[in-house]
């Protein structure tokens, strides 16, 4: 199989960005500068394939099914139901009943793969294909070390490849519409804890130096042959630190081409496991990956969808902005669940803003319901009472979800570089996020404006709007849209052709402001 190489990698997410820009930018400059941009025009049309859920969906992770026990309080139904769940994501299950129900009660249900797949045929043990260090020990990621029995599988190893294809086949053959990736990195990551060192990676490394490294450069790095080169007892040799130790461990040029080599590993891994699995099942499957904080870079890229844990400190409006806006400059879709850093009922605030700002933007929180918060601490379990208001506010007005782009985006301090003179949206008051969002190329259509407040104490506050931006008669037909209210038709204050402004009460956390739906 030809050898990836590394130029795809990190400057990807450059060239992104600027082409978005490029493209936004290119159809405002369409319009003249002194004059107003409409907000259809700069909201771009996104593809979104069958299987990714849509902007009006309410996705919902049960890690496995509940109750696991007797003694177990949680119960995945009834949960799912009381917070209005559309989509079922991020669950490891090959039972064909309980997927069944799944997909009885929602539309699209992603089941999980790992980096440690258990072995064929009955996936219960983790022997065959594992990740070893240099003392042939299996190895795992240090979150997981006090699991039981969590030894990583090694992407070079056939075995595992194999047991990989059989369990991701088996959860297609069970009912999953696509799958969820979790840990994509594999052997990449494992370099940093000392591995892998298996007869296969060293038999495919000694394959890769041969084409990278001449003779000369193998004999002044100690390399007697090539054709016989075994890393590992080269490193023993040298009595190099085994474990993470071998993360800090200054390997050489020789160490960089490990790394190298493995990282190419990944990639090869996901493309040769994908194509078969698409063989097998007779379709094309498609895989989300845990994309922590929102990355784009390699392996993450390889997948069509993020569904990824965002760590609560990177909860801000601004950071969400800028990780939906580079999912969007992929051609990505971008789904979060975050993991609390408490669970004493301070966490529900920062929560609740949280799923605002994601729809807001065009994606999702999963339901905070069997979230994973760290090693040898307590899943969380929200209540209802705390978040489910936000999810039913959602699929009441699910059509002022669905196809709707975002065109604007207001947060203290930050310049929307789409508009020069003629912003369509002013907010007057300091932690207030907002996000004009309409339908492209669709003058006609109503647009809504979501606005999420970011304040510890909410206080009424008023926005600005530029009318010629919005469609016609805008001033005549708004609707504010509260969680758990009826909408409220909301008459503004005219400032003239160029502006007019409306009263916002305190919000908790979010408001939909719908413009220009009436007769």
Not at 245 to 256: N, P, T, V
Not at 497 to 512: K, M, Q
């Amino acid at each position: 199989m030809k050898m990836l190489t590394k130029d795809w990698r990190r400057p990807l997410a450059i060239t992104v960005v600027v082409a978005w820009s490029t493209l936004v930018l290119g159809k405002a400059q369409k319009v003249k500068a002194d004059e107003p941009i409409p907000v259809y025009q700069i909201a771009q049309r996104r593809e979104r394939l069958p299987e990714i859920p849509p902007a009006s969906a309410v996705c919902f992770s049960s890690r496995w099914f509940h109750p696991v026990n007797r003694d177990d309080p949680h119960d995945t139904f009834k949960a799912a139901e009381a917070f209005h769940a559309t989509d079922f994501v991020w669950t490891y299950s090959l039972d064909p009943k309980f997927v069944g129900r799944l997909r009885q009660m929602g539309h699209r249900v992603f089941l999980a793969v790992n980096s440690m797949v258990p072995d064929p045929p009955d996936f219960r043990r983790r022997l065959r294909g594992r990740i070893v260090d240099l003392e042939n020990r299996p190895v795992t990621a240090p979150w997981m070390r006090s699991w039981a029995d969590p030894a990583w599988g090694c992407a070079n190893s056939p075995e595992y490849r194999e047991g990989f294809i059989e369990y991701a086949v088996r959860a297609v053959e069970a009912g999953a519409t696509a799958l969820q990736m979790d840990d994509p990195r594999m052997n990449m990551a494992a370099v940093a804890w000392g591995a892998c060192f298996c007869p296969h990676c060293m038999e495919s490394f000694r394959h890769f130096l041969k084409q990278r490294v001449s003779k000369e450069t193998a004999t002044e790095w100690g390399i007697g042959n090539l054709d016989t080169f075994d890393y590992r007892q080269y490193l023993i040799e040298r009595k190099a630190p085994v474990g993470d130790a071998f993360a800090k461990y200054d390997g050489g040029e020789l160490k960089k081409l490990f790394t190298e080599f493995q990282t190419e590993s990944v990639g090869q891994f996901f493309s040769y496991v994908r194509a078969e699995i698409d063989r097998r099942v007779g379709r094309h499957i498609v895989f989300s990956s845990n994309n922590y904080r929102g990355s784009w870079e390699f392996p993450y890229n390889l997948f069509e969808l993020g569904m990824a844990e965002l760590p609560q400190r990177e909860a801000t409006p601004m950071t969400l902005y800028e990780r939906y806006r580079e999912a969007a400059a992929r051609g990505k879709h971008q789904i979060f669940t975050l993991v609390p850093q408490t669970a004493d009922g301070s966490e529900v605030p920062i929560t609740r803003r949280t799923i605002a700002a994601c729809y807001a933007l065009g994606g999702h929180l999963i339901v905070p319901w069997d979230v994973y918060t760290g090693p040898q601490k307590p899943r969380y379990y929200g209540k209802p009472e705390d978040y489910a208001d936000l999810y039913k506010f959602v699929r009441d007005f699910a059509q002022w979800f669905d196809e709707y782009e975002e065109a604007a985006f207001v947060f203290d301090g930050f310049h929307d570089e789409r508009y020069s003179g003629h912003p369509p949206l002013r907010v007057d008051a300091t932690q207030v996020m907002g996000v004009v969002r309409a339908k492209p190329q669709d003058p006609a259509a109503p647009v809504v404006i979501h606005l999420v407040s970011w304040q510890d104490t909410p206080s009424p506050f008023v926005i600005r709007i530029d009318p010629r931006q919005f469609p016609s008669g805008v001033s005549k037909h708004i609707l504010l849209l509260l969680p758990g209210q009826a909408p409220r038709k909301i008459t503004p204050t005219e400032h003239g052709n160029a502006e007019i402004s409306v009263e916002i009460p305190a919000l908790n956390p979010w408001g939909v402001l719908l413009l220009g739906a009436g007769p």
